[in-house]
């Protein structure tokens, strides 16, 4: 069965700190997808990455990079020098070829709060 | 380009009674989501359609109904509310199946029942 697990609920760093979102899946499959939502206090979910089960390079843009390893079942979530408006509940989700037709499966979340 | 819009924004309604929030994408996505949000259980599925005319149920889709008449539209019912249904309600689309096409979701709806 598919899960995604967030460990972390709550994480409160000051401005211009690293932080790493961690992100662990299970999935029976070997073609996956895997994908990073973001939810500002405004509520809205926005949409970040993307990222297949066979392109295990690391991805960045700007102050957010993401790690992937296979070997942890892992999807890691890095904001460097982070800032007040980086403060937001932070989703992981997982889509596999088994889940067909469903839709993505999320973990709970992880609230980040950037203090200035 | 809307992408997915959502009606209402808000809703308060007391135990029985009824109502339908409306979920609209232009983006001539195939598959249609209905999620709600409560604290500390992230994103939880009521009821998907993978297409115009179909509908099925998701991770927890008691005390709702839905209905795809359009592709377009995408609607979630509640028959007689209750407050264990107070919850943000998000609504998402996405163009075709399995992982390849990113979900996208609307600015959610809150209903609370008194």
Same mark, same amino acid.
């Given at each position: 069965?598919?899960?995604?697990?967030?460990?972390?609920?709550?994480?409160?760093?000051?401005?211009?700190?690293?932080?790493?979102?961690?992100?662990?899946?299970?999935?029976?499959?070997?073609?996956?997808? +895997?994908?990073?939502?973001?939810?500002?206090?405004? *509520?809205?979910?926005?949409?970040?990455?993307?990222?297949?089960?066979?392109?295990?390079?690391?991805?960045?843009?700007?102050?957010?990079?993401?790690?992937?390893?296979?070997?942890? =079942? =892992?999807?890691?979530? %890095?904001?460097?020098?982070?800032?007040?408006?980086?403060?937001?509940?932070?989703?992981? #989700?997982?889509?596999?070829?088994?889940? !067909?037709?469903?839709? +993505?499966?999320? *973990?709970?979340? %992880?609230? +980040?709060?950037?203090? #200035? | 380009?809307?992408?997915? %819009?959502?009606?209402?924004?808000?809703?308060?309604?007391?135990?029985?009674?009824? &109502?339908?929030?409306?979920?609209? @994408?232009? &983006?001539?996505?195939?598959? &249609?989501?209905?999620?709600? @949000?409560?604290?500390? &259980?992230?994103?939880?599925?009521?009821?998907?359609?993978?297409?115009?005319?179909?509908?099925?149920?998701?991770?927890?889709?008691?005390?709702?109904?839905?209905?795809?008449?359009?592709?377009?539209?995408?609607?979630?019912?509640?028959? =007689?509310?209750?407050?264990?249904?107070?919850?943000?309600?998000?609504? #998402?689309?996405?163009?075709?199946?399995? !992982?390849?096409?990113? @979900?996208?979701? !609307?600015?959610?709806?809150?209903?609370?029942?008194?």
């Amino acid at each position: 069965a598919q899960k995604v697990t967030q460990a972390q609920t709550e994480i409160s760093v000051v401005e211009k700190e690293d932080v790493t979102l961690d992100c662990v899946y299970e999935t029976r499959d070997t073609t996956y997808y +895997l994908f990073w939502y973001k939810q500002p206090p405004s *509520g809205e979910l926005v949409f970040l990455i993307r990222r297949n089960s066979f392109d295990e390079q690391n991805e960045i843009s700007g102050r957010y990079s993401w790690n992937f390893q296979k070997s942890t =079942s =892992s999807f890691n979530f %890095t904001i460097t020098a982070s800032q007040v408006v980086d403060s937001a509940v932070y989703f992981c #989700a997982l889509s596999d070829v088994y889940s !067909g037709n469903t839709p +993505l499966v999320f *973990g709970k979340g %992880t609230r +980040l709060s950037v203090i #200035a | 380009n809307a992408g997915v %819009t959502q009606t209402p924004k808000f809703r308060v309604l007391k135990t029985g009674q009824s &109502m339908t929030l409306l979920c609209a @994408q232009d &983006m001539n996505h195939e598959y &249609m989501y209905w999620y709600r @949000q409560d604290p500390g &259980m992230g994103l939880r599925l009521i009821h998907y359609s993978v297409g115009e005319g179909t509908t099925a149920k998701g991770e927890v889709p008691d005390g709702y109904n839905v209905s795809r008449l359009k592709k377009q539209n995408f609607l979630l019912g509640l028959e =007689s509310a209750a407050p264990s249904q107070t919850s943000v309600y998000f609504c #998402a689309s996405r163009q075709g199946s399995g !992982g390849t096409d990113t @979900q996208y979701f !609307g600015p959610g709806t809150r209903l609370t029942v008194l």
